[in-house]
């Protein structure tokens, strides 16, 4: 039946039917929040590359999760920027480092607030490369034994999720069974399945100070033309023992999600990366687009291409529009 027996714009014609008929919906439960968390004392301060997104020290943390849990937000993502740095990244895994003490203050104020950490090396080396180098080149298979390290840390400050971005290989594997064998058989994996060495990161990299000081990531983060790839690599996270997958960046990957979804239809999340976020914030601030509105529509975006899961340093602006409207 076509025209004019079929009319599509009648279901358009009013806002409580496109209301009913709306197929995706957007919900603070979506949402991981993604913090910064900084040694030393005071107040937070703003991160000049993503307006809005601070770091903050272990005092300025509680009042800001005050508001994600006001707002419905079930869990936070944790980046630390440690007071040392060396060549190994030891710092990552220190009992008492600033993540560390971040998840027990996390959990000792906001017990049901889910915490998962980002495992990675990046912000902790000297280099600020994701792994150890050997020979002027990043060795995969000594650096797994350190993100075995700072999993373990982790757990046993608390985590409720690990989510490892450094992109080594058979690193899911590693730190599934670190974390068997250490009687946290419980404790959830979010790999950074297909993380792709994207330009994006741009604004991040300044806010985790976990710029590369020589080279780039191409060795070991994916190159942007390869989805054939992302699905082996999303695979292979799935056998290691990943419980979710994520697909990172988003927006210029809406593919990937939506293959990985059809292919795999396991929990995914996709990281709104730092990119994404400030290029938002940068015309707004010009007057050239409507902040909230094109926010909410990437957001859609992402959820409707198949992602479970959305993190993003948008989630407290977007769940106080999708409580107010
Ligand atoms: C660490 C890491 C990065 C991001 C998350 N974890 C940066 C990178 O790989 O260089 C990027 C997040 C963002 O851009 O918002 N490896």
């Given at each position: 039946?076509?025209?004019?027996?079929?009319?599509?714009?009648?279901?358009?014609?009013?806002?409580?039917?496109r209301?009913?008929?709306?197929?995706?919906?957007?919900?603070?439960?979506?949402?991981?929040?993604?913090?910064?968390?900084?040694?030393?004392?005071?107040?937070?301060?703003?991160?000049?590359?993503?307006?809005?997104?601070?770091?903050?020290?272990?005092?300025?943390?509680?009042?800001?999760?005050?508001?994600?849990?006001?707002?419905?937000?079930?869990?936070?993502?944790?980046?630390?920027?440690?007071?040392?740095?060396?060549?190994?990244?030891?710092?990552a895994?220190?009992?008492?480092?600033?993540?560390?003490?971040?998840?027990?203050?996390?959990?000792?104020?906001?017990?049901?607030?889910?915490?998962?950490t980002?495992?990675?090396?990046?912000?902790?080396?000297?280099?600020?490369?994701?792994?150890?180098?050997?020979?002027?080149?990043?060795?995969?298979d000594?650096?797994?034994?350190?993100?075995?390290?700072?999993?373990?840390?982790?757990?046993?400050?608390?985590?409720?999720?690990?989510?490892?971005?450094?992109?080594?290989?058979?690193?899911?594997?590693?730190?599934?069974?670190?974390?068997?064998?250490?009687?946290?058989?419980?404790?959830?994996?979010?790999?950074?399945?297909?993380?792709?060495?994207?330009?994006?990161?741009?604004?991040?990299?300044?806010?985790?100070?976990?710029?590369?000081?020589?080279?780039?990531?191409?060795?070991?983060?994916?190159?942007?033309?390869?989805?054939?790839?992302?699905?082996?690599?999303?695979?292979?996270?799935?056998?290691?023992?990943?419980?979710?997958?994520m697909?990172?960046?988003a927006?210029?990957?809406?593919?990937?999600?939506?293959?990985?979804?059809?292919?795999?239809?396991?929990?995914?999340?996709?990281?709104?990366?730092?990119?994404?976020?400030?290029?938002?914030?940068?015309?707004?601030?010009?007057?050239?687009?409507?902040?909230?509105?094109?926010?909410?529509e990437?957001?859609?975006?992402?959820?409707?291409?198949?992602?479970?899961?959305?993190?993003?340093?948008?989630a407290?602006?977007?769940a106080?529009?999708?409580?107010?409207?």
């Amino acid at each position: 039946m076509a025209f004019p027996q079929q009319r599509l714009r009648r279901l358009r014609a009013t806002e409580p039917l496109r209301r009913m008929l709306k197929e995706t919906r957007l919900a603070a439960d979506d949402f991981i929040y993604p913090l910064f968390l900084k040694e030393g004392a005071g107040e937070k301060i703003e991160i000049s590359s993503m307006p809005g997104v601070y770091h903050h020290s272990l005092d300025s943390l509680l009042k800001e999760l005050e508001e994600v849990s006001a707002l419905s937000i079930p869990a936070v993502l944790l980046f630390g920027l440690p007071g040392i740095k060396d060549e190994t990244g030891s710092e990552a895994f220190a009992p008492k480092g600033i993540v560390q003490r971040g998840i027990m203050a996390i959990k000792a104020s906001f017990p049901d607030l889910m915490v998962i950490t980002d495992i990675c090396l990046c912000a902790y080396t000297t280099h600020g490369h994701c792994g150890v180098i050997e020979n002027g080149r990043i060795d995969n298979d000594k650096t797994l034994g350190i993100l075995q390290k700072v999993a373990l840390s982790h757990a046993a400050a608390g985590a409720d999720m690990v989510a490892p971005s450094d992109m080594m290989d058979g690193r899911v594997g590693a730190i599934r069974s670190a974390l068997d064998g250490n009687g946290y058989a419980e404790l959830t994996i979010m790999s950074y399945a297909a993380k792709f060495a994207s330009h994006f990161y741009g604004p991040f990299r300044e806010a985790a100070d976990s710029s590369p000081r020589f080279g780039d990531r191409k060795s070991y983060q994916m190159d942007p033309a390869n989805p054939l790839e992302a699905l082996r690599e999303i695979a292979l996270d799935m056998e290691e023992g990943a419980d979710i997958i994520m697909v990172k960046p988003a927006l210029a990957y809406l593919d990937i999600i939506f293959r990985a979804k059809e292919k795999f239809g396991c929990p995914l999340a996709a990281y709104n990366v730092s990119g994404e976020y400030s290029m938002v914030k940068a015309a707004a601030a010009r007057g050239m687009l409507d902040e909230t509105n094109v926010m909410m529509e990437m957001l859609q975006s992402i959820k409707r291409a198949g992602a479970d899961l959305i993190i993003t340093y948008f989630a407290k602006e977007a769940a106080r529009v999708l409580r107010e409207g």
